[in-house]
């Protein structure tokens, strides 16, 4: 693949780093550029989950914000016996 030329506003050619992409495949980090054309194919195919579009995200914003209580409110349980301070 040739090397991109890039311009400023000015005209000017602007140097850029090239930057590295990596994918855990079978446990470790390997660069995406060290695949070989199949594997590059899938990686960039993927399709990547969204908390914010599952079904359970409206479950997670109903309970997620509920109050914590303590086993000893919710169980008839007199929390005295093991002193403590609920």
Known sequence: MADQVFYGSDGQIIERQKCEI?????????PVSHFNPGKKSEFYSR???????????????????????????????DSSLLGLAC
Do not use: I, Q
């Open 47 to 77: 399709k990547y989950f969204e908390e914010g579009k599952s079904l359970n995200s409206k479950f997670t914003e109903t309970y997620s914000e509920a109050p914590a209580t303590c086993a000893c409110e919710t169980v008839n349980f």
């Open 22 to 30: 990596y994918a855990r495949v079978m446990g470790y980090y390997r």
